[in-house]
């Protein structure tokens, strides 16, 4: 796979190590139980697969070159870069500004850009409308679009079947940048609707059937359908891709369901489409990574990441079924060995927890982060972990251990 160049604050010797050693005695992936960091007091189970993935890498690379190769330009990104607080604010400091927040709010008047403005189009891509805008303005977005190529790859699915007039029921959050680009890359082509979870895809799956009466379709799913949707006729024959950072189980839950829907309903199996080939890669490995993990018995779970990242969310949720799990930006946010400051993505509040650390030797924690999070951050809190337990070993000690 392909080495990117970013930021050396974002590696992390020690992550590396233990990546290139798993990769060395693991050539196929195929072993996900997880690599043990075995401080004495404390013993620290990190996740087979972690951290940046192919599609945040190659953002970040994009990013920052274009901030060396354009020095006096004006440069924007179109939104946050990834879901990572160090990342945004780092390019902020080198001058970088955002057009709009997260969820499309406008911070900068489209009207003020010029023609030799740098515009960066971020990882989770953007939609049709934004692309001719930009365009109109004489911004040149193809120089600086850093889409993830698995994004692009469900693009490119959708307009696949959207030719063989399949509708496209797209599984995301519609709030959620990649969602929303990848409604209107679809919408351009073929009638879409989003479904944010199983509960909307039973509903939908009702629809379909005729246990539900079309009358209030359009209530029920306001906002989520695209212009001249006609729910009498363009639910005969569907297909669904995903925002790739949800959870694949899920994805290929709602997938499976529609398809026997549509089975039940049509006797006709040509009325759905197999989409399977959209999950991406690295959701998928990082998913059943934290599946081994949870195969070791612990005490706690910690997940490092951005508190509005999907895919991180996703993994603090597959281990909070297990164990008492604390989602953390970083190391910061362990205040001491009796309390710990952390993300309840549920309720979208920050919450602080005394005793989270057991009361017992040794204490076996869980540790995984989010597709968005640097590898240096991870190594940051198990340095932070090891001196509350005033570990005698260094992490520069493991480093050796695993080259």
């Known amino acids: 796979m392909k080495q990117f160049t970013i930021p050396f604050t974002y590696r992390s010797p ?16 195929k072993d996900f139980s997880p690599t043990l960091l075995d401080f004495g007091p404390v013993q620290i189970y990190l996740a087979r697969h972690f951290g940046f993935c192919y599609g945040v890498e190659n953002a970040i690379e994009i990013a920052f070159k274009t901030i060396d190769e354009n020095p006096g330009k004006r440069i924007y990104l179109l939104s946050e870069m990834i879901h990572n607080p160090k990342v945004n604010e780092d390019l902020q400091k080198r001058g970088v500004q955002f057009l709009q927040d997260t969820y499309g709010k406008q911070l900068v008047p489209f009207e003020s ?5 740098v515009v960066i189009i971020p990882a989770f891509g953007t ?3 934004i692309e001719k805008k930009l365009r109109s303005l004489g911004i040149a977005i193809e120089k600086y679009n850093t889409t993830c190529p698995f994004v692009e790859k469900v693009w490119n699915r959708s ?7 399949y509708t496209v029921v797209v599984h995301g959050k519609p709030s959620h940048e990649e969602t929303r680009a990848t409604f209107s890359h679809a919408a351009i082509n073929t009638p879409t609707i989003i479904v944010n979870n199983m509960a909307e895809t039973h509903i939908l799956g009702d629809y379909i059937s005729g246990k539900r009466s079309l009358d209030d379709f359009y209530e029920v799913f306001a906002g989520r359908y695209s212009e001249g949707f006609n729910a009498a006729t363009d639910l005969q024959r569907i297909g669904v891709v995903n925002q790739t950072t949800m959870l694949a189980s899920d994805t290929q839950a709602i997938a499976d ?18 989409t399977r080939d959209t999950l991406c890669y690295a959701t998928t490995d990082n998913q059943s990574a934290v599946y081994g993990l949870l195969d070791v018995p612990a005490d706690l779970a910690i997940v490092v990441g951005g508190y509005n990242s999907s ?47 057991p009361q017992k030797e040794p204490v076996k924690i869980l540790m995984t982060s989010g597709a968005s999070c640097p590898d240096a951050m991870v190594e940051d809190v ?22």
Do not use: W
């Open 311 to 357: 895919n991180t969310s996703h993994l603090v949720e597959l281990c909070e079924e297990k164990l008492p799990t604390y989602f953390i930006d970083n190391a910061d946010k362990i205040l001491s060995a009796e309390e710990i400051s952390h993300f309840n993505f549920h309720t979208k509040t920050v919450l602080q927890t005394k005793g989270y650390l």
């Open 113 to 117: 850009l010029h023609e030799n403005d």
């Open 14 to 29: 020690l992550i590396t190590a233990i990546k290139e050693n798993r990769k060395r005695s693991d050539k196929m992936k």
């Open 382 to 403: 198990i340095n932070k972990l090891a001196t509350l337990f005033n570990s005698d070993m260094h992490t520069s000690e493991l480093v050796r251990h695993f080259a």
């Open 127 to 129: 939609t049709i409308a």
């Open 159 to 165: 307009e696949q079947i959207a030719l063989k007039k």
């Open 257 to 274: 369901y529609l398809k026997k829907v549509m089975l039940d309903t049509f006797n006709d199996e040509d009325r759905f489409a197999d």
